[in-house]
Structures are given as C-alpha cells and as structure tokens.
C-alpha cells in the first residue's frame, strides 16, 4: 500500500532491485453500509463504542466481538495490577461513527466520550464515584485484498490510578496462553488448578 496523489493505493513489485510498481488488480474496497467496510476477504462490522466483528467472506465463519473496551481501578504499583472496582464498559456507548473509502482503503471511525472514575479513593481500596469524560477515537481500516484489520485506539486520559484493555473474543480453543508480564512473555495454561490456592 503506497499514497499515490494522496490516495491509499495497493501495488505489486519485486522484492529487491530497481523495479516500477504496477497499480494490483482486485475488487478494490467498498463500504456498503454505515459502520461496514469490506474487500473479497473480510466484511468488518463496527460499532458506536469502536467494538467490531470480522467476517470472513469466503467461509462465512464470524469472529467474537474485538475491541471491547474495558477499564479497571488499579492501586498497584508500576510493575504489578492490583484490582481496586468498579469494572467500568464501553459496550453500548454511543458516539459518531463515520465511514469513508479512499482508493484501496477503507476506515471506520468511531469517536464517543467515555466517563470513568477520576482516580482511586484516599483509602485505595475502590474507585471515586466522581466521573471524568475521556474522548476516544476508534480508526478501523481495512485495504483492498488484505486478511487482517488494521486498528487505531486514541485516548485522552484524563484520569488516574486505572488499567484501559482492549478485549478481543477470539472464539479460539487452546490449553495456553502468553500473558505479558514485566519483563517477560509468560506462557500459562487455561485450566483451573485443582485444589486451594
């Protein structure tokens, strides 16, 4: 993908030396829809609160909700999350969502104001309940003949003492995991322990 003229556009070219890239031929992109943009691969369906679904336009198979925005109350330190409530959803917000295609590109944008708690109490066991508006701006592009999503989060934060996730439902089995730690990628199995602890 090249900006020919100000314009997203998809080529081919050789991998190394001096070669012109030729425009590629395809069915391009389209947005046939408010929130919905698709190619001959995938159809991406987004939503107000920036969450989406991708199907799979030649099988037909449908993902989980991705990109479901949650945040939580955090009193741990720099290296560690420790819980401190409420869980605090975008599920359901409602904002602006614009669609746009510009040559081989196409994006949605949801854009939405999110109140969350300002900071953690004085005890730093729960969250304030006084709430402070955080614009955020979700971009989800899709090019033409691409099998993957491209996703932008923007957030202004304007509060404190808090974990933002973006939660994407896979729908994958598996008996692992990696979860990111400090300082390391640990790999973690699925299943609960047997016993206390």
């Known amino acids: ?102 040559g081989d590109r196409a994006t949605v944008r949801a854009s939405f104001e999110w109140p969350l708690p300002a900071a953690l109490r004085g005890d730093r066991l729960a969250r304030l309940p006084a709430l402070v508006s955080c614009p955020v701006t979700v971009t989800v592009s899709l090019d033409a003949e691409a099998r993957h999503v491209d996703v932008a989060l923007n957030v202004d934060n304007r509060v404190r003492d808090h974990r933002l996730r973006a939660v994407c439902r896979t729908d994958a089995r598996t008996a692992t995991h990696v979860a990111g730690a400090p300082f390391e990628l640990a790999d973690r199995t699925n299943g609960v322990p047997a016993g206390r602890g």
Do not use: K, Y
């Open 1 to 102: 993908m090249i900006e020919h003229a100000g314009t997203p556009q998809l080529v081919r070219c050789a991998a190394l030396g001096v070669t012109p890239a030729v425009a590629a031929q395809g069915s391009g992109v389209s947005s046939p829809g408010a929130g919905v943009i698709e190619n001959s691969w995938l159809r991406v369906e987004v939503g107000a609160d920036g969450s989406f679904e991708i199907v799979n336009r030649v099988s037909g198979a449908r993902t989980g909700r991705l990109n479901e925005l949650e945040d939580e109350g955090d009193r741990g330190d720099a290296c560690s999350f420790e819980f401190a409530g409420p869980l605090v959803v975008a599920r359901g917000l409602r904002g602006t969502v614009a669609t746009a295609v510009r």
